[in-house]
């Protein structure tokens, strides 16, 4: 549906999550759709330049028809890890790899500290 794109830098999601949208509203999905996966595109592109000291991360959009039509977005970056990312916050620091990256989608868990009040960006993605 979208072909491999590169957001070098915070802030070009912006003109690639307008692309995408013209795209799904073409295909017939809502606009509150478009402009979930809009947000969704922009979270996860915004933690990966985060987390890998602005090197590029790249995304493409897969739409699979069916009896219910679903896309399945994939980013890939060369980050440190969403589990290892996790484990700069003191109290997740003895995580395994497997308990950091399922605790990493629970509300309010962040690399930050608690005092920051993050820590919903990726359970708002997974909602």
Known sequence: LYPLKVIGFKGQDKSATEELAILLLKEGYSEDMVASVGWILGELSDNSLTHSK??????????????????????????????????????????????????????????????AKRGKGLTDVVN
């Open 54 to 115: 602005d090197a590029p991360c790249y995304f493409l959009v897969s739409k699979y028809p069916g009896e219910k039509n679903f896309i399945q977005i994939a980013l890939l970056d060369n980050g440190i890890g969403i589990q290892n990312s996790l484990r700069k916050n003191i109290k997740y620091q003895n995580l395994s790899d497997e308990q950091a990256l399922l605790m990493a989608f629970k509300p309010f868990v962040s690399s930050w500290p608690d005092d």
